[in-house]
Structures are given as C-alpha cells and as structure tokens.
C-alpha cells in the first residue's frame, strides 16, 4: 500500500497521495506504481536522459529503465541525468 503523507501546505486533499521527487522538485505521483517513462514524462525529463533512483545507504543509484515499473513510495527520490555523462 503506498505510503500516507501529511500535507505539506495543510491542504486536506494533499494527504494520503504520494509525493516523489525528480531532480529535486516535489511532485504527486497519479497513481502508485508508474513506468520509468511515466516518472520521466512526469518530472518533464527529455525523453532521451536517463533516470535513476537514490537509493539510501547504497554508493550507487538506480537505473530505472524507460519500460520499468515503480512502485512509488512517498520521498522517493528520482534523478535525470543526460546521455553521455556518466563516468
């Protein structure tokens, strides 16, 4: 079940929707478990750009694949990064 959060502006039809992350500007998730694309297409990451996921605790972040589900938790944190800079 994907995770409650509290409202962040007190406004009541924010709680209980799922708040993600990418490149660092918050966004409510439309539904819970999204494509790598979706995420993508959500946070207006150029179609081209790679997306990973911070993952904590872990050195490296997470590749997600444009064809990848996600199942979505609030805070998740998701990252484009263009072709050709990684490395």
């Known amino acids: 079940m994907p ?3 509290e409202s962040e502006t007190g406004d ?3 709680v209980g ?3 993600i992350f990418i490149n ?3 966004y409510f998730a439309p539904k819970p478990v999204m494509t790598g694309a979706e995420i993508k297409q959500l946070g207006s990451v150029p179609r081209d750009y790679q997306l990973f996921e911070e993952v904590p ?3 490296d ?3 997600i694949p444009d064809d990848q589900e996600v199942h979505l938790k609030s805070s998740d944190k998701f990252h484009g ?3 050709g800079n990684l490395g």
Do not use: N, Q, T, W
Request: no cysteine.
């Open 3 to 5: 995770e409650a959060i």
């Open 12 to 14: 009541p039809s924010e």
């Open 17 to 19: 929707r799922i708040r």
């Open 24 to 26: 660092d500007k918050g």
């Open 57 to 59: 605790g872990k050195p």
């Open 61 to 63: 972040d997470l590749l």
């Open 81 to 83: 990064i263009p072709p």
